[in-house]
């Protein structure tokens, strides 16, 4: 029972860190951003590279500066496209420049950082190894969660970032809808790049893996209502009590049970399941 | 039998230059093994001035950790190659396509590099569904000497696929899971139980099957626990620990590579199924470099240790060479690879000593090389009728990033014999 709920807990917070990023950007800035696993991938690369060189806390550090730089050139570069069909492609086509990218500048290695993570050791529970480094991830991923729920419901800032994602035109007579959709897009590629950092201490990077994280997150996206970032977190917690239930009942079943569970909600609420009521595009 | 016996006399010649005398030389290098053999001849000159030789491996995506060192192999021998005399005079360039893009596009580029770029040879491919597209059309338009360096399904002997200029290097997913199976059963004899962890997918599914198969032929009395099969690329392997660790198993078969095989290494070790579970791992040469706990079965289709580099000198001078140009151990694939360039190399040189002409025509290559035995970094390498590899495999115990007890299982103990199916073969053993 504690196995199952471990796998549960890893799962879910792997699902979370994946798809909340992707979420924050699509609610409030409508920017479908295919490139999101390249920036997840790019954290976890950056996060190894200098952590492993410079230490823990000088490495974090270093990490969270070269990654709050990035948003900004993300920004400008989705400026540059007129419409969603143009983002689509446009930010596609970054996926394929970011893999060459990490190709040129880390090689084909894996990175990661389980063997730091696992020096932290681990905590008997039932008598099984949990790694302490699950609990430091899983407070992590809590405390951006938990930022992310201060900012829109507590501060000026979340209340118009609410309000343009409930309708741009209608917030654009009282709140400058583009700033506040800018403001969005960095804040949701840094967390999703910092989720990236967290996963590097239970997952490695290595190329090609950031098409394979997309999956993910678009699993969780969809299932929980594209652009609801509670939906999303609810959805992941629902997929991954899903997928530990297959594995340990009928583990043949494993590969397909996301895709049949989006193919579920597709059918019977395809605004996703924790959608309130269907937005009129 | 007249082919057969000037063949001979040719791989011999082929062999006697690389085993020249060396008494003068106070540091004999295995690369002596590059040199052409010199012949007189008397036909018209009709040598080559360039050999293009196609090289298809995964350049982008997770599974260039093994393209990468792959052609990395293939570029350091070439050059070695060409310092040594070229193959048959001609200097050697390598054309370099990406594997990315699935069987369709494989068989296009395979179009592409024979028909327009007009490659004299073609190595490549390292995923199995590459392998069974192209085969069927390189038989079919049959102008190109095309090795399968590397992808690892039975079907491609199974079913005769590799027929006319076809060929095959390497051993199967038959090779591994025989000879992961007789080390379990060495180190293991009282092994009760077992669970299998492989990718989804085809080739985990082999490798699965044949482990499987060949373990429980062997001991009868083998319970399997569970069958587990996780996605491609899966990031994270707790459900399937959890599962382990709740199972209890004497020993787990897995066949990950790449990045999977790492996160199931790291995931694994944080929660102590190591310390619970013994863990065979068909592909786990890759995991020697990325933390691989002590004391598990590991299996390389080739090991950098083995053969010994300080007895076996042309192992020595291409793990040196390796090291010193691209800053680690070659792993696998970099021998594959290495197994397949050398293959072409001799075939060519071999059959244009046999026939006494300055360039072999191809069907003069294809028989020497139905026959050819020869020596590469990391084995000797015996071709068969089927144009598939005798392989054999070497499996050891790791310890401190290292493999131990390495055991090598003879080519003709892991694999069937010529016009044997391999599932027959596995229930004869």
Redesign the interface.
């Known amino acids: 029972m504690i196995n199952a709920l471990v796998a549960f807990y890893a799962f879910f917070l792997n699902l979370l860190a994946v798809s909340i990023g992707m979420a924050f950007i699509y609610g409030v800035a409508r920017v479908l951003n295919l490139a999101h696993g390249a920036f997840f991938v790019l954290g976890g690369y950056l996060a190894t590279a200098l952590i492993t060189r410079l230490g823990p806390v000088p490495g974090a550090l270093a990490t969270a500066a070269v990654l709050a730089a990035l948003p900004p050139l993300f920004y400008l570069y989705v400026r540059l496209t007129r419409n969603e069909l143009e983002q689509l492609f446009a930010t596609y086509a970054l996926l394929l420049l970011m893999e060459g990218l990490f190709k040129l500048v880390f090689g084909y290695g894996n990175y990661t950082l389980a063997d730091l993570a696992a020096g932290l050791g681990a905590a008997s529970v039932g008598g099984q190894r949990v790694p302490y480094a699950y609990f430091l991830a899983g407070v992590a991923v809590a405390g951006l969660m938990a930022t992310f729920y201060l900012l829109l419901y507590k501060t000026r800032l979340g209340l118009y970032m609410r309000a343009v994602s409930d309708d741009r035109e209608m917030a654009a007579l009282g709140v400058r809808s583009p700033l506040v959709q800018h403001l969005s897009i960095f804040l949701g590629i840094f967390a999703t790049a910092l989720l990236g950092a967290v996963a590097a201490t239970w997952q490695a990077y290595t190329l090609g893996l950031s098409a394979e994280v997309l999956i993910y997150a678009f699993a969780a996206l969809v299932i929980g209502g594209l652009g609801n970032i509670w939906g999303t977190a609810a959805a992941s917690a629902l997929v991954a009590v899903a997928r530990t239930a297959v594995v340990m009942f009928y583990p043949e079943l494993e590969l397909l049970v996301i895709y049949i569970a989006v193919i579920a909600v597709l059918l019977i609420r395809p605004g996703g399941i924790f959608t309130r009521y269907a937005r009129v595009a | 039998m007249g082919i057969a016996f000037v063949a001979g006399l040719g791989v011999g010649a082929g062999l006697t230059s690389l085993m020249r005398p060396q008494v003068s030389q106070l540091t004999p290098t295995g690369t002596a093994t590059l040199e052409t053999p010199k012949y007189t001849t008397v036909s018209p000159a009709r040598r080559k001035e360039v050999f293009k030789l196609g090289v298809v491996t995964f350049q982008?995506?997770?599974?260039?950790?093994f393209g990468?060192?792959a052609l990395n192999a293939a570029q350091l021998l070439v050059d070695q190659i060409n310092q040594a005399g070229e193959i048959l005079g001609a200097k050697v360039e390598l054309v370099v396509r990406d594997e990315s893009g699935g069987p369709d596009k494989m068989v296009a580029v395979y179009r592409e590099l024979t028909q327009q770029a007009g490659v004299d040879a073609y190595v490549g491919l390292i995923s199995s569904a590459d392998c069974l597209a192209v085969a069927p059309v390189a038989e079919d338009i049959g102008t190109t000497l095309t090795v399968f360096f590397d992808c690892a399904t039975k079907q491609l002997v199974d079913r005769g696929m590799m027929k006319k200029v076809t060929f095959r290097t390497g051993g199967t997913t038959v090779t591994d899971g025989v000879a992961l199976a007789r080390y379990v059963l060495e180190v293991m004899p009282d092994v009760k139980t077992v669970v299998g962890l492989n990718q989804?997918y085809a080739y985990g599914r082999d490798e699965w099957a044949d482990f499987k198969n060949a373990l429980l032929t062997m001991k009868p009395d083998v319970k399997v626990l569970?069958?587990?099969?996780?996605?491609l690329?899966a990031?994270?392997y707790?459900?399937?620990?959890?599962?382990i660790?709740?199972l209890r198993p004497d020993l787990v078969h897995t066949s990950l590579w790449?990045?999977d095989l790492?996160?199931f290494i790291?995931?694994a070790?944080?929660?102590?199924l190591f310390q619970q579970t013994r863990v065979a791992f068909a592909r786990g040469e890759f995991g020697l470099y990325?933390?691989m706990p002590d004391d598990q079965i590991v299996e390389g289709p080739h090991y950098h240790g083995f053969p010994d580099p300080k007895a076996y000198y042309i192992n020595r001078d291409f793990v040196e060479a390796y090291i010193s140009r691209f800053g680690s151990p070659p792993p696998y694939p970099a021998y594959h690879m290495a197994n397949a360039i050398l293959g072409v190399k001799y075939a060519f040189e071999v059959a244009a000593a046999v026939e006494n002409v300055e360039w072999p025509d191809l069907s003069a290559v294809v028989k020497i090389f139905e026959r050819l035995a020869y020596a590469t970094p990391g084995d000797y390498i015996i071709m068969t009728p089927n144009h598939n590899a005798m392989r054999g495999a070497v499996v050891g115990i790791s310890k401190g990033g290292k493999l131990t007890a390495l055991k090598y299982m003879h080519a003709a103990e892991v694999n069937p014999p010529v016009g044997v199916l391999s599932d027959q073969w596995v229930k004869s053993l």
């Open positions: 982008t995506g997770a599974a260039s950790i990468i060192p989804d569970d069958e587990l099969f996780t996605p690329f990031t994270d707790s459900a399937q620990i959890s599962k660790l709740d790449g990045p790492v996160n790291k995931q070790t944080a929660r102590g990325e933390g």
